[in-house]
């Protein structure tokens, strides 16, 4: 098990890859984790997944990570802030249109990032914005890979309406998401007599 303290450069990030259980604390300054801000001195756990922490305040930061990992410095990828940015105006187009925001739908092979997405996605979306009415903050997230599913239990569809980011390394334990049992993900002779 490895304890390291890792400083963040402003616009800078570390992708950290852990082998098996792990934590990420944030020491000072600020961070994101998902698309979630991280709290000072709380503990995020983490297991057998990537994860990328950004610098997300205009000083440096400092987290401190301990588990059996790799970490890599890397720049803040643009990418999910501008999907993020086209969505966001697509939403508040909707709003003053009395229409309903965006629907998003993620489809790709296995593990290619298409949860982490939807997790950036829907937590920077949640976020508050100051200056706007808070419903315009409300995301449902909707989660159909029934395989490796992030809430609810393998098997089952889910969904959870968020009015906030989910923290963390902790996505869907305060939130109780509602869940219909699917079954397996292949069918067979065997599981379908």
Same mark, same amino acid.
């Given at each position: 098990?490895?304890k &390291?303290?890792?400083?963040?450069? %402003?616009?800078?990030?570390?992708v950290? @890859?852990?082998?098996?259980?792990?934590?990420? %604390?944030?020491? =000072?300054?600020?961070?994101?984790?998902?698309?979630? *801000?991280? @709290?000072?001195?709380? +503990?995020?756990?983490?297991?057998?997944?990537?994860? $990328?922490?950004?610098?997300?305040?205009?000083?440096?930061? &400092?987290?401190? %990570?301990?588990?059996?990992?790799?970490? =890599?410095?890397?720049? %803040?990828?643009?990418?999910?802030?501008?999907?993020?940015?086209?969505?966001?105006?697509?939403?508040?187009?909707?709003?003053? /249109?009395?229409?309903?925001?965006?629907?998003?739908?993620?489809?790709g092979?296995?593990?290619?990032?298409? *949860? $982490?997405?939807?997790l950036?996605?829907? /937590? @920077?979306?949640?976020?508050?914005?100051?200056? &706007?009415?808070? /419903?315009?903050?409300?995301? #449902?997230?909707?989660?159909?890979?029934?395989?490796?599913?992030? +809430?609810?239990?393998?098997?089952?569809? *889910?969904? #959870?309406?968020? &009015?906030?980011?989910?923290?963390?390394?902790?996505?869907?334990?305060?939130?109780?998401?509602?869940?219909?049992?699917?079954?397996?993900?292949?069918?067979?002779?065997? *599981?379908?007599?």
């Amino acid at each position: 098990v490895t304890k &390291r303290v890792i400083a963040l450069a %402003v616009g800078g990030a570390s992708v950290l @890859r852990f082998r098996g259980p792990g934590t990420v %604390v944030l020491l =000072e300054g600020a961070a994101r984790c998902f698309g979630a *801000s991280l @709290r000072v001195h709380a +503990m995020c756990g983490f297991e057998d997944q990537q994860v $990328t922490v950004e610098c997300a305040g205009p000083a440096a930061a &400092r987290i401190e %990570v301990s588990g059996r990992f790799d970490a =890599e410095e890397t720049v %803040v990828d643009s990418g999910v802030c501008d999907i993020h940015a086209q969505l966001d105006a697509a939403r508040l187009s909707a709003v003053a /249109n009395g229409g309903e925001g965006p629907v998003v739908l993620l489809v790709g092979a296995c593990d290619t990032g298409k *949860s $982490t997405l939807a997790l950036q996605l829907a /937590n @920077r979306a949640a976020t508050p914005v100051e200056g &706007r009415a808070a /419903n315009t903050a409300a995301v #449902t997230h909707v989660e159909l890979d029934i395989g490796q599913p992030s +809430m609810g239990c393998p098997g089952a569809l *889910s969904a #959870t309406f968020m &009015r906030s980011p989910l923290p963390p390394g902790d996505e869907h334990s305060g939130t109780v998401p509602l869940s219909f049992f699917f079954g397996d993900k292949t069918v067979t002779p065997q *599981s379908a007599p």
